[in-house]
């Protein structure tokens, strides 16, 4: 077994986390034809958007620079984050549950105690759009929670896939978006654009990792399918039409660490 003592200062009761082992236990362990190929040590070259360009209309890029978003907006996210995964744990288990269609939903994995590979982590999941429909079911602690805009901001490590299937980290950039374009894109593209195939992974063992997600979706029942001006005789369609309930269901019907996506079910056989 592996000797590394998880370092995250999150207190959950339930977690890897606060129970404190010097080893990693065979529920965490991702299987060996699952995992990723070994990192390259050179950082992976990653394009940036200064959207100062964007409204030059020359840009189109997954990350985002010069958004006007000031610093201290997303410190104050990233604080609250923080402040609310620290609170007692009777609170946070008051948003406890398994069920991923939850609204509102804490969790220490994706699907605890089902999964045959857990997650080493835990999260916080809500609906916001629109705001004044959801702002109310949000945790009322801390008190800085709620009036703090959710913005998408992901910090510390990060790694990417390319098309050959190899790992690539990817440079931090302070206060800059990273931006990932989900499946429902590569949807509507008809394949022109590739959902973005990403994991977290800590770097740093005395330092908690922490994200915070933005997720851009249609309604809970709206179907996308690939836009008629993407087929075409020389480019069929190529995928089924999906709702972000079949997300969901997929996401609660199935191991995602066993390799099965989202994705993948979509696409037609040709």
Not at 5 to 13: A, E, I, K, Y
Not at 93 to 116: C, H, Q, W
Not at 122 to 131: C, G, I, N
Request: positive net charge; aromatic residues 10%; glycine residues 6%.
């Amino acid at each position: 077994m592996a000797a590394n003592v998880s370092s995250s200062s999150f207190s959950t009761g339930k977690s890897a986390q606060e129970r404190g082992w010097s080893y990693v236990p065979d529920c965490y362990v991702v299987p060996a034809p699952q995992r990723q190929s070994t990192l390259h040590s050179e950082v992976a070259k990653v394009p940036v958007v200064d959207l100062a360009a964007l409204r030059q209309g020359s840009a189109r890029r997954p990350v985002i620079v010069n958004h006007d978003i000031c610093q201290s907006v997303l410190d104050g996210s990233l604080s609250s984050g923080f402040d609310f995964f620290k609170l007692p744990t009777g609170e946070k288990m008051e948003f406890m549950s398994n069920d991923v269609r939850k609204p509102v939903r804490y969790a220490t994995s994706l699907k605890k105690g089902i999964d045959k590979v857990q997650f080493w982590r835990v999260l916080l999941k809500h609906y916001a759009h629109p705001l004044k429909d959801w702002i109310d079911a949000w945790p009322a602690n801390p008190p800085s929670y709620r009036p703090v805009y959710m913005y998408m901001i992901s910090t510390y490590a990060y790694r990417m896939r390319n098309d050959d299937g190899e790992w690539g980290a990817v440079e931090q950039l302070q206060g800059a978006l990273q931006v990932h374009l989900g499946d429902h894109v590569e949807v509507l593209s008809n394949g022109f654009y590739k959902s973005v195939v990403h994991r977290a992974s800590l770097i740093n063992r005395d330092r908690t990792r922490i994200s915070i997600a933005s997720l851009q979706s249609l309604g809970m029942d709206e179907l996308m399918k690939p836009a008629k001006e993407r087929v075409h005789e020389q480019q069929p369609n190529r995928y089924k039409e999906s709702s972000f309930r079949d997300v969901l269901n997929s996401l609660s019907n199935n191991d995602i660490r066993e390799g099965k996506s989202f994705i993948n079910t979509l696409k037609m056989k040709s």
